[in-house]
């Protein structure tokens, strides 16, 4: 417990240095966009608030926050779909798998929790839609549906099974998880403002470039080894290696739904500028970052 709290509050410190930092360059060089900073800032606050439950007092409260984070997420996901009156009842089945893939956690069924959205949800999902629903729009609506539940329920959901599948290392886990996810995305944004030339997807995100993937991979991978002892059991070999593969699989998450948003919300520009700002666009990477990290680990690791 004490390694805990002197981490949560070398934290504190450090994003109180950082948000003061922030404020200070945001009113001297008003000409650049540094919204997208901003909102990483205040997000990392929300998510500190929920690791100090989740560290400090007991898992169950941390399961309960983090399963709230997923069934926000899945409504803004929603909320950009075009959708019809026979979606409703799709919805609402998707909604109520949420608490389902969380009781598997809960009760430590790694089995279930693995195939239960992959496979059950899909096979299962497209039955109110079919019912007395008729065929029009069918593939778009169930194939959104479940990508929205594999994004924002499957993915996220891997968060809160840290703590059950390693008491021991979870919380800790989840930090180093965290930390690395949000600090690799605005050092990316913000080399792109300053050094970004080359953009990635330019119709999608026009702030990602591959400059500010390249600074993000240095120092996602740098401070991934600087603070792996403090916070993981790794060796110093998969301390470099695990901020390697976060860097990675965050900026291919944030990019996979920049692009999906941009698709959904086609033709309604002024609802995709809202969105870059919106709180999906602040835990995007984490879609991603969560199931490969935490598998990575499982399959090297005995203590998961």
Known sequence: MSSSLYTLIFIFAG???????YYIVSKKQPDKDYTAVGQRIKNWWGMFFIFCLATLTNP????????VLCFFALKEYFSMIKTRKADRRLFLWAYLSIPVQFYWIYIGWYGMFIVFIPIYVFLFLPLPRL???GTVGFVRSVSSTQWGLMLMVFGLSHLAYYQFATPEYGA??????VVLTQLNDVVHHVASIYFGKRKVVPTANPHSTWEGFVCSFLVTSGVSYLIYPYLTPFDPVFGLLAGMLISLSGFFGSLTVSVLKRDLLIGDDGKFETSRKSYLSQIDSLTYTSPVFFHA????FDFM
């Open 60 to 67: 169950v409260v941390s399961l309960l926050s983090l399963m």
């Open 15 to 21: 994003l109180t240095v950082i948000h003061f930092i």
């Open 172 to 177: 800790g886990l989840v930090l180093f998880l």
């Open 131 to 133: 019912i007395n629903k």
């Open 297 to 300: 680990i499982r399959y090297f």
